[in-house]
């Protein structure tokens, strides 16, 4: 089946290990249920594992495990525990005595059988029209004509299902500092050219904006692709006016801009974040 942007991107997060407890539940129960979704997850823990074995090892510093320790009240020595002090036991408390009347006890026991009556009456009122309806679902022609339902004719128009769309080729880029944790994904159909980009790892500065550029040697400068916002999914659909042989040899480059990007449609600074495509889902093979 054909998946949007953001489930190949989630299970591009899912392979890289950068999801919450939450979305990570989402993806798994998916793919409990949905053997082509999890070979998308396959194949980009296949594609994506080279990446995780390049980025080294980060070892925390001993005042993390500190401050961790001291948030979470471990810090200091254990108070002991102590146990609330059981209430002390409830006397029971005195009843009155209750003098029967004979007079309001016969007058309750008619009251008692008149309202039994009532509540019989009632019952068997309602058996006697749940049988009714039930024989007129059921067998209407021993009802007398009169109490028989009226048949009713109900037109049901049937939808045919339409036809699976054909999954377009699926690419993928992780941009990143050289050697360092992924700060952004690039999410590229093959068939439509829309773009999506998936902020991980990224913090940007106060009065400065991200901007996603192409960089290819067909094109005499690099080209802007937009500024990518606040949200943690930015979709575009730029790449479009190119052809896909300069899409996929392209490198994806991110860099800083000032805010609402650069004003004359070229970088003013170094990339901060690169990237090239790699092919995660290929096209549909051409039936023979």
Do not use: C
Not at 91 to 112: G, K, L, N, T
């Amino acid at each position: 089946m054909a998946y949007s942007e953001d489930h190949i991107a989630l299970a591009a997060e899912y392979a890289l290990g950068t999801l919450d407890a939450e979305e990570r539940a989402q993806v798994e129960a998916m793919m409990s249920v949905d053997k082509d979704f999890t070979t998308v997850v396959t194949a980009w823990e296949q594609k994506l594992g080279a990446l995780n074995q390049m980025v080294g090892v980060v070892e925390p510093r001993p005042l993390l495990w500190e401050n961790i320790k001291a948030a979470i009240g471990r810090s200091g020595a254990q108070q002991p525990l102590v146990l609330p002090k059981a209430p002390p036991p409830v006397s029971e408390i005195a009843r009155p005595a209750v003098v029967a009347d004979d007079s309001s006890m016969i007058q309750f026991s008619r009251q008692a059988r008149r309202w039994r009556g009532v509540a019989m009456a009632t019952t068997a009122l309602a058996a006697a029209l749940v049988a009714m309806v039930t024989v007129g679902l059921y067998r209407p022609d021993l009802l007398p004509a009169t109490l028989r339902p009226v048949p009713r004719t109900q037109v049901v128009e049937v939808k045919a299902a339409a036809a699976p769309s054909t999954p377009s080729a699926q690419y993928v880029a992780v941009l990143q500092k050289e050697g360092g944790a992924p700060a952004f994904i690039l999410t590229v159909d093959g068939a439509t050219k829309n773009f999506t980009v998936r902020k991980v790892d990224a913090d940007g500065e106060p009065g400065k904006s991200f901007e996603l550029w192409l960089i290819s040697d067909k094109l005499p400068h690099p080209r802007s692709l937009g500024v990518i916002g606040a949200s943690d999914f930015n979709a575009g659909t730029v790449l479009a006016s190119y052809d896909a042989g300069t899409i996929n040899a392209a490198t994806y480059a991110v860099t800083v801009e000032q805010a609402g990007g650069s004003p004359d449609g070229l970088p003013h600074s170094t990339p901060v974040f690169t990237g090239k495509l790699i092919e995660t889902v290929p096209p549909p093979a051409a039936p023979r």
